[in-house]
C-alpha cells in the first residue's frame, strides 16, 4: 500500500478546514474526526486522478454522502423538528448565547437543510456547486437553504425575511 | 464574504455567525497513521470479498468492481464500510452476529473489529432497561479499537452451575448494545452498567460473569474505547475483570511473570516480582492439581483471635491477553479463589508461595 505522492501534505494542510465543515455537519467533535478520516480513506485510491483538479472538494463530496449513508442507516438520536425551540439563557444579548442558539438551531435541522446551509453558507459554495455537492437540483438547493435559514434566523431572534426562491 | 448577487440580501449576520461556530479542534497527531489503517483495513475487506466471490459471480462483478476501482464517483465509496445500525428498540435477545465470525469459544474474537457502534438504553429511574426500551443514543466509536480486543476477547467464560453473589443497590441503570464489524461480519456484545455491577456480558452464545458496563459507559462518553485502568505495579489489583479459561483452570495457559503480593501489608516490602519462568511454571502446576469447585468461598472476618496469616494474592502475567489474580487467604474456606474456581490451600502450595515471596 504505496503512499500516494503529496497526500500526506494534503492531509496535513487541509484537514483542519476540512475538520471543521465536518464539525458543521455532525455537531459532534468524535463523529467530525471519524467522519474526516473516513472521507480521506475513501479519497486516497482516487488521489493520483483528482489531486491536480480539487481534492478538496472531492473529499467535502464524500464527507457530505458519508454523513448522508450514516444518518440514512441509524438514528443518532436525535428528531428534526419543524421549529427550533428557544433556548433560554442567561444572557440572550452576548455573542457566545448567540453561537450557543446557532449550533443548537443548526443541528435540530434537519440532515439535507442542515448540509445546504453548510455548504452555502459556511463553505460559501454557489447554489448551483451546492446542487452537485448534493446531487440533487439547484431549485432543491433554493429551498431547502431558504427553509433553513428561516429556521436559524428564528432561533436567533433576528427578523425574517422572504428569500428569494427564483 | 460572498460574492453571489443574490445573496446581498440581508445573510451577512448568519454567515458570520456560522463562520464562527466551530469550536478550537483538536488536530490528533496521529490522524494519517489513521488514516492509512482505515485504507488498510478497507483493502483487506474488499480483498476478501473478491476471494469469495464464485467463478459465476464473478462476471457479475467485474463491471462494479472495475468502476470502484477506476471511477471517481464517490458514492461508490460510500457503500463499502458501514458500521450496523443500532436497534431502534432494546430486543429481549442479543442481535444474532452475521458472517461466519466465531461466537462460541469467545466473547469476541481477539483481532481489532474494524469498526464499532455503541447503542445506549438508558432504564427509567432507579431500574434496569427492560426488554422494548427506546434507543436513547448512539456513537460510532472512533481511534484505535485495539483495546476492544484486549478487554472482550480474554472474559472468562460463565459456568452453568455459576452464582454470582450481588449487592442489591438502586440507582440508574443503562443497557449498552456494542455492535462490532469484522472481515467476516458482525458481532453484537450485550452489557449493562448499573449500580451494582452484577450484569453479565454476552454475544448471545458467550456469556461471562464479568461485567463490563463501566468500560461502555466510558466509551459512550468518550467515543472511543480507551485502555481500560489497569494496574499501576504488580501489585495493585486494577480493575481486573478475568481471564478466559480461569473457569476450567486455577492458572490457565503459560504465564510468562509473577508478582506475590501481600494484601495485609502495602509498600515496597509487600511485592515481589518472579521472573523465573520455570518456577512460576512450578507453582501453576501445583495450583492446577489441586482439586477445585466452582462453589462461592466462606470467609469470616479478621479477628484478635484469629491466627495472624496475611492474605496473599498471586498476579499471573501472560504475553498475550489480561492477567490473572489468584488470592490466597487464611480466612476463607476454601482459601485459593481465582475468581471462578476455589480450593484447599496444601502445605505443598503454601511452601512454594513462600519460597518465591522470600525469594
Known amino acids: 500500500m504505496a503512499e500516494p505522492e503529496g497526500f500526506r501534505e494534503f492531509v496535513t494542510g487541509r484537514s483542519p478546514a476540512l475538520l471543521r465543515t465536518a464539525w458543521m455537519l455532525t455537531g459532534e467533535q468524535q463523529l467530525a474526526e471519524d467522519l474526516l478520516q473516513t472521507a480521506l480513506a475513501r479519497t486516497w485510491p482516487h488521489w493520483s486522478r483528482i489531486r491536480d483538479s480539487c481534492p478538496e472538494r472531492y473529499v467535502r463530496t464524500v464527507m457530505v454522502r458519508v454523513h448522508g449513508a450514516w444518518w440514512r442507516r441509524k438514528w443518532r438520536g436525535e428528531l428534526p423538528v419543524e421549529r427550533v425551540p428557544e433556548v433560554v439563557l442567561a ?17 435540530a435541522l434537519p440532515v439535507r437543510q442542515r448540509q445546504v446551509v453548510v455548504l452555502r453558507y459556511y463553505e460559501d459554495l454557489s447554489e448551483q456547486e451546492t446542487a452537485v455537492h448534493l446531487g440533487c437540483s439547484v431549485g432543491t438547493v433554493k429551498s431547502q437553504a431558504a427553509r433553513g435559514l428561516a429556521k436559524l434566523r428564528v432561533a436567533l431572534g433576528h427578523p425574517t425575511r422572504t428569500e428569494n426562491m427564483t | 464574504m460572498s460574492t453571489h448577487e443574490h445573496e446581498q440580501d440581508g445573510q451577512d449576520a448568519e454567515r458570520h455567525l456560522l463562520r464562527d461556530l466551530p469550536p478550537d479542534l483538536p488536530q490528533p497527531r496521529d490522524r494519517f497513521e489513521q488514516i492509512c489503517r482505515r485504507v488498510r483495513r478497507r483493502q483487506y475487506r474488499q480483498g476478501l470479498s473478491a476471494g469469495f466471490a464464485g467463478v459465476a459471480a464473478v462476471a457479475l462483478l467485474v463491471p462494479a468492481v472495475s468502476h470502484l476501482m477506476t471511477g471517481d464517483d464517490p458514492d ?93 443497590m438502586a440507582g440508574p441503570s443503562t443497557s449498552y448494545l456494542l ?141 498475550k491477553g489480561p492477567d490473572l489474580q489468584v488470592t490466597i487467604d487464611p480466612a476463607c474456606r476454601p482459601q485459593i479463589d481465582n475468581g471462578a474456581r476455589r480450593a484447599t490451600l496444601t502445605e505443598q502450595v503454601q511452601n512454594l508461595v513462600e519460597a518465591l515471596a522470600a525469594g
Open chain 1, 91 to 107: 444572557d440572550p444579548s452576548c455573542r457566545v448565547a448567540e453561537r450557543f442558539r446557532l449550533g443548537a438551531a443548526l443541528r
Open chain 2, 76 to 168: 461508490a465509496a460510500v457503500a463499502a464500510s458501514a458500521p450496523p445500525s443500532c436497534p431502534a428498540k432494546l430486543p429481549g435477545q442479543v442481535p444474532p452476529g452475521s458472517g461466519s465470525v466465531p461466537h462460541s469459544d469467545r466473547l469476541v474474537p481477539v483481532q481489532a473489529p474494524a469498526a464499532a457502534v455503541l447503542c445506549s438504553y438508558k432504564g427509567a429511574a432507579d431500574s434496569q432497561a427492560e426488554t422494548g426500551t427506546a434507543l436513547s443514543g448512539s456513537r460510532q466509536l472512533t481511534g484505535s479499537l485495539e483495546q476492544v480486543a484486549q478487554d472482550l476477547a480474554w472474559l472468562p467464560r460463565k459456568q452453568s452451575d455459576e452464582t454470582k453473589m450481588c449487592t442489591m
Open chain 2, 179 to 319: 455492535g462490532l464489524t469484522y472481515p467476516d461480519g458482525v458481532v453484537w456484545v450485550s452489557t449493562v452498567d448499573d449500580p451494582n455491577g452484577c450484569a453479565d456480558t454476552t454475544n448471545g452464545t458467550f456469556a461471562s460473569p464479568s461485567g463490563t458496563g463501566a468500560l461502555a459507559k466510558a466509551a459512550f462518553a468518550s467515543g472511543g474505547w480507551s485502555a481500560s485502568p489497569g494496574p499501576d505495579d504488580g501489585c495493585d489489583a486494577g480493575l481486573s475483570t478475568g481471564r478466559l479459561g480461569q473457569e476450567l483452570a486455577m492458572v490457565p495457559d503459560e504465564p510468562s511473570g509473577l508478582w506475590i503480593c501481600d494484601s495485609d501489608a502495602p509498600g515496597d516490602g509487600a511485592r515481589r516480582e518472579i521472573k523465573d519462568r520455570t518456577r512460576i511454571a512450578q507453582l501453576a502446576k501445583a495450583l492446577n492439581g489441586l482439586p477445585a469447585s466452582t462453589r462461592p468461598a466462606q470467609c469470616e472476618a479478621a479477628s484478635p483471635t484469629r491466627e495472624a496469616a496475611s492474605a496473599r494474592r498471586l498476579r499471573f502475567d501472560y504475553e
